[in-house]
């Protein structure tokens, strides 16, 4: 099977050939099978799936009324950078294309676009509202499913596919996204289970060059930076770990380079504009940097990149994987350079952990967890279902239908989370007959614009401005730090505040140095546990040439001859003094915090690598079925500012169960306790 030959030169006209994954993904798209597309970023996925789809539905898209595509996206910065991409070839075509966020509403036309680009919670409102437009869906495109998949939000985009198939009266042709994907058959069973779907996977893997480097300070930095820019054009990608470390390295880079004012920071806190001016002057010019969080870790376009930089360690595969792609699209292997910032604790835990992901990488050991028992999206999208009819009371066999699909959901589970929506007066049941309607709690959520968010809690940010125009968003707490006439830095610029509102932050551009830095929250990345894993795997099985300069590379080799004789896969090494024992697990946070738990620890300190307690561990207590130890896990996984309001009502057997879930599905944490 092959494309029509007018689609195939709308999409693909203007390239030398179709690539691989494109190839692939003709025929089961095109006789209407659902799919899974698995292919590394800027391998022209997005194109590979709507290609097909605009080939095999054009006919009943210009017939009908409302719009027959329907494309799912994570964030709204993808769904501006998609509409970019996919409207040249759709109006060839004679097809429309527009999206539908928080920032712009193309259904408000009076001709709908055949092609509607959403994120999951603008189409939680668009069905919550009933839109007319949705019921001539046809087919949905599932943009970089690994970022919602086992996550509340992702639960809550698997139940409004089941939802959109009810409300569009037929079977919709599925088609998922990814470039990072451990096991295709699980992400499916997550947002459609007892489903299947054809695997269309790039089985091209380009060779992985990457070298390591311990900078010793700002200057390093800054030297590495000009000699990487010394050619006549360069683009730069460097990945930092934080928003607070993106406004810091642009303080510091800019204006101290041959890049000049050409060095940019990109993340999630700064306003739409600004991003979307920084992505284009980083396309355009033929020389510049750009300084990102893991905002431009996803597929929007900013052009060939030269030279990908991690400025620390990514935590795990997933996000190495994504940042390593986004660069060297032209040539035939992959470059990344590694950077252990100068105040890294644990250099050599730092340079380890970065040969370890590496070699998990080539070996292709990767591994995440089995498709979890999400629950607490579950309440938010019973408040949902009763908002489309304005709070009329539905029944309780309707509501428990929905969710019959999923095995932990079944009618029992559904009705206890009914009780307690209803014993906090979000619902109210019907006097007489098994129903229930709106409650109070529920409108109040609808007015604060809550209802349809399965973001963690603490995610509440406050508006930056200067003379009235946003220049980005900060977390709320910064309010309590900040006053009238300091100057903070935000965004690699330094900013005096003139006045401070319950949700905004006026500014001005500084004259003076910065003060105080904007904080945003949350710890450092932690380590995935399979990195560390893999870690011992190297200490037992130690690489003869590390990619690394001479003397670090010198260092790095004596260090673990030295450590492999006390820690490996087999032993735990041990360290005490005065204030107790440290014990060198790499087990990770979570395990080790249930292992200090179960041996009764009152006073410890549980990091990726090291476990310290004051009294010791008897580790041949210890269970080796991770059941048993499932009660302390969901205690440790209970963090409050991570779960979600909606988690948060839960009743807490039912919260219990959820956290506990991740602990029983995550398999390198029963090879962890079993070693």
């Known amino acids: 099977m092959s494309l029509s030959l007018d689609v195939g030169q709308a999409f693909y006209g203007s390239f030398p050939g179709v690539l691989p994954a494109q190839q692939l993904a003709i025929a089961p798209i095109g006789r209407g099978d659902d799919a899974l597309i698995l292919s590394g970023t800027g391998s022209g996925k997005t194109e590979a799936a709507v290609a097909p789809l605009v080939d095999r539905y054009r006919d009943v898209a210009r017939r009908s009324t409302g719009c027959c595509l329907l494309y799912v996206t994570p964030t709204r910065a993808l769904a501006n950078d998609l509409l970019r991409r996919l409207q040249p070839p759709l109006e060839r075509l004679g097809l429309t294309i527009g999206i539908r966020h928080g920032d712009h509403n193309d259904l408000s036309r009076r001709r709908k676009p055949h092609l509607l680009i959403t994120t999951p919670e603008s189409l939680d409102l668009l069905l919550t509202r009933r839109t007319r437009a949705l019921a001539d869906v046809h087919a949905v495109v599932l943009d970089e499913v690994h970022l ?39 992400i499916w069973a997550f947002f459609r289970p007892g489903r299947e779907a ?8 380009k060779p992985l060059d990457y070298h390591l480097r311990h900078l010793t300070g700002a200057a390093e930095l800054i030297e590495l930076v000009t000699r990487a820019a010394s050619a006549a054009r360069v683009k730069i990608l460097l990945f930092a770990n934080s928003r607070k470390e993106c406004d810091r390295l642009g303080a510091e880079l800019r204006g101290q380079t041959r890049l000049g004012d050409h060095v940019f920071v990109h993340h999630s806190s700064l306003d739409r504009e600004t991003r979307l001016a920084v992505e284009r002057a980083f396309q355009e010019l033929p020389s510049a940097l750009c300084i990102a969080t893991s905002t431009l870790e ?13 400025y620390g360690h990514p935590g795990g595969w997933e996000s190495f994987l994504q940042r390593a792609g986004r660069g060297n699209r032209r040539s035939d292997k992959t470059n990344v350079l590694c950077l252990l910032p100068p105040d890294h604790p644990a250099p050599f835990v730092g340079a380890l952990a970065f040969e370890a992901l590496v070699a998990q990488v080539r070996a292709g050991r990767l591994e995440r967890a089995r498709p979890l028992d999400i629950i607490g999206a579950v309440g938010q999208q019973i408040l949902s279902i009763l908002l ?5 009371y539905r029944s309780v066999t309707e509501l428990a239908t929905l969710f019959s699909a999923w095995p932990h959901l079944q009618r029992p589970v559904v009705e206890q989370i009914l009780t307690q929506l209803a014993k906090d007066q979000n619902i109210r049941r019907h006097p007489v007959q098994h129903r229930y309607g709106a409650g109070p709690g529920l409108h109040l959520l609808h007015r604060l614009g809550l209802i349809w968010s399965n973001f963690p809690s603490r995610s509440r940010e406050v508006k930056m401005t200067w003379a009235g125009r946003e220049v980005g968003l900060v977390p709320a707490h910064n309010l309590l730090q900040l006053k009238p006439g300091i100057t903070v830095s935000f965004a690699g610029r330094d900013w005096q505040v003139q006045r401070l509102l319950p949700d905004e932050i006026q500014v001005e551009p500084g004259k003076r140095a910065a003060e105080v830095e904007i904080t945003y929250g949350g710890g450092a990345i932690g380590l995935d546990p399979t990195t560390l894993e893999e870690m011992l795997r190297l200490l037992d099985q130690p690489e003869a040439v590390p990619a690394m300069d001479t003397d670090l590379c010198r260092w790095y080799v004596a260090t673990v001859e030295r450590v492999r004789r006390y820690a490996g896969s087999d032993r735990v090494a041990l360290a005490r003094d005065d204030t107790g024992y440290c014990y060198f697990t790499f087990a990770g946070q979570v395990v080790n915090h249930v292992v200090a738990l179960w041996s009764g620890q009152s006073a410890y300190e549980a990091a990726d690598v090291v476990l310290r307690t004051e009294q010791a561990v008897d580790f041949a207590d210890l269970p080796t079925d ?43 944490f029963a090879r962890t306790l079993a070693r």
């Open 148 to 186: 919602t998949y086992n996550s509340q939000r992702g639960f809550q985009l698997a139940v409004l596919l089941e939802r959109l198939e009810g409300f569009a009266g037929r079977p919709l042709q599925m088609v998922g996204l990814s470039a990072t994907v451990a096991d295709p058959a699980d």
């Open 626 to 668: 991770p059941s048993a130890a499932r009660r302390l896990a969901a205690t440790v996984l209970r963090v409050p500012g991570d779960l979600s309001i909606f988690q948060s009502a839960l009743p807490p057997d039912l919260l219990e169960h959820e956290l506990g879930d991740l602990w029983l599905k995550t398999p390198v």
């Open 298 to 310: 996803l597929g929007i376009d900013i052009g060939d990149v030269d030279l990908i930089v991690l």
């Open 198 to 205: 054809v695997t269309v996977r790039d089985q091209r893997v």
């Open 388 to 392: 489309e009819r304005e709070g009329a």
